[in-house]
T-cell receptor
Framework: QKEVEQNSGPLSVPEGAIASLNCTYS??????FFWYRQYSGKSPELIMF????GDKEDGRFTAQLNKASQYVSLLIRDSQPSDSATYLCAVNSPSNTGKLIFGQGTTLQVKP | NAGVMQNPRHLVRRRGQEARLRCSPMKGHSHVYWYRQLPEEGLKFMVY????????ESGMPKERFSAEFPKEGPSILRIQQVVRGDSAAYFC?????????????FGQGTRLTVV
């Protein structure tokens, strides 16, 4: 079992729709969860982080965390073609050193 | 406020040569992380350093790879006697402090090609 799992996609949504990206993790001791966006050939860009169960909203983005189910998700409202990228879920290492364990990423395609 | 700076952006080496990748963290950041991204794969942690100290090198291959973060100057990831399998994008990230919950910001990466 991978430590952090994401569906590689591609996930295709029409412009204006809600895109839902999901991530599961194996270690119950994980404490912090991050979503990065990576455009092709570019570096990862931090877009959201969440530490507590529940929802966290920032503009068009909402991160959701359910520690009991070991599940974290990212919702993108009013999806735009510019949102087309690979979204990486990252989980803080239980060893508490700040090391991040990444999923393989989900490729999102937003079609005009 | 400059972000994380990595250089070179692209590096081509012949098999058997050495590759040196440099990373200057964001201003005010003293924690540096190196990650490797192989083609069509996710980011894999390699090493975590603070000034003059290696904190966690659990992701670093045992041979040919080394990293340092001296008191003065950038962090260096060094790969000796490169092989084709070392071809990848190497990303550096920095943070204000370490530990759980730390937000890390990435540099633009160095794309290493071994020919």
């Amino acid at each position: 079992q991978k430590e952090v799992e994401q569906n590689s996609g591609p996930l295709s949504v029409p412009e204006g729709a809600i895109a839902s990206l999901n991530c599961t993790y194996s270690d119950r001791g994980s404490q912090s969860f991050f979503w990065y966006r990576q455009y092709s050939g570019k570096s990862p860009e931090l877009i959201m982080f969440i530490y507590s169960n529940g929802d966290k909203e920032d503009g068009r983005f909402t991160a959701q965390l359910n520690k009991a189910s070991q599940y974290v998700s990212l919702l993108i409202r009013d999806s735009q073609p510019s949102d087309s990228a690979t979204y990486l879920c990252a989980v803080n290492s239980p060893s508490n050193t700040g090391k991040l364990i990444f999923g393989q990423g989900t490729t999102l395609q937003v079609k005009p | 406020n400059a972000g994380v700076m990595q250089n070179p952006r692209h590096l081509v080496r012949r098999r058997g040569q050495e590759a040196r990748l440099r990373c200057s963290p964001m201003k005010g950041h003293s924690h540096v992380y190196w990650y490797r991204q192989l083609p069509e794969e996710g980011l894999k942690f390699m090493v975590y350093l603070q000034k003059e100290n290696i904190i966690d090198e659990s992701g670093m291959p045992k041979e040919r790879f080394s990293a340092e973060f001296p008191k003065e100057g950038p962090s260096i990831l060094r790969i000796q006697q490169v092989v084709r399998g070392d071809s990848a994008a190497y990303f550096c990230a920095s943070s204000v402090n370490g530990g759980s919950g730390t937000e890390a910001f990435f540099g633009q990466g160095t794309r290493l090609t071994v020919v």
